[in-house]
Structures are given as C-alpha cells and as structure tokens.
C-alpha cells in the first residue's frame, strides 16, 4: 500500500458510521471517521493510535468495501466560498439610510 494514497468513504462507509451494523474495532471505527478523502493515509496513520499499524487497518476496511482509494477521476477541488456582492442601494444613491430604502419599496 502506497502510504501517500489518499482514500474516501464508500456509500458502505458512510452506512457504516451511522449504524455501527459491522461492529467494526475502536481502531477500525476511528480510521474509518478519519478517512476524509484529503490526507494521505501516512497523515491519517500519524494521527491515529495504531501508528504504522494504522496501513494495515485501512487494508481491512477497503476490504471490508468501507473506503476505496481516491482516483484522479474523482478528484474534485473544493469550491471557494466568496461573499456575495449586494446589488448597489437605491437608497444609499439618494442618502437614505437603509432602513428607510425598505419602507419606501412598501409604499
């Protein structure tokens, strides 16, 4: 297993999470809700207590069908969330306040 191997949760992951129906490990469990499709699973392996042993666990849990390995296909980049631009104010062109902009659209 190629440890810079970035992985997601399958529909079957995901279920699993909600249900707790497999009766998966502690350790399995806690890779499986760290597996988010960005860090590597040497980042993830770091991070969890297995350590190292932590590449074996995401060995089992992609062949229990839990996560699957990331391909170029499904790479996505995340979208950038940028604050909308309101339209100019009518009100403030005549040097209304704002709230006074409402009360005359209500006339």
């Given at each position: 297993m190629n440890p810079e191997t970035i992985y997601v949760k399958t529909e079957?992951?995901?279920e699993e999470i909600r249900s707790r129906a497999a009766g998966l490990s502690q350790a399995l469990r806690i890779l499986l809700i760290a597996t988010d499709g960005e860090k590597p699973i040497a980042k993830l392996a770091r991070l969890h207590p297995a350590g190292a042993g932590a590449l074996d666990l995401m060995a089992e849990l992609e062949a229990f069908g839990f996560v699957?390995?990331?391909t170029a296909g499904m790479a996505q980049p995340k979208p950038v969330r940028r604050p909308t631009m309101a339209a100019p104010s009518t009100a403030s062109a005549f040097g209304l306040p704002e709230t006074q902009k409402y009360v005359m659209s209500l006339r």
């Amino acid at each position: 297993m190629n440890p810079e191997t970035i992985y997601v949760k399958t529909e079957k992951g995901r279920e699993e999470i909600r249900s707790r129906a497999a009766g998966l490990s502690q350790a399995l469990r806690i890779l499986l809700i760290a597996t988010d499709g960005e860090k590597p699973i040497a980042k993830l392996a770091r991070l969890h207590p297995a350590g190292a042993g932590a590449l074996d666990l995401m060995a089992e849990l992609e062949a229990f069908g839990f996560v699957e390995p990331l391909t170029a296909g499904m790479a996505q980049p995340k979208p950038v969330r940028r604050p909308t631009m309101a339209a100019p104010s009518t009100a403030s062109a005549f040097g209304l306040p704002e709230t006074q902009k409402y009360v005359m659209s209500l006339r």
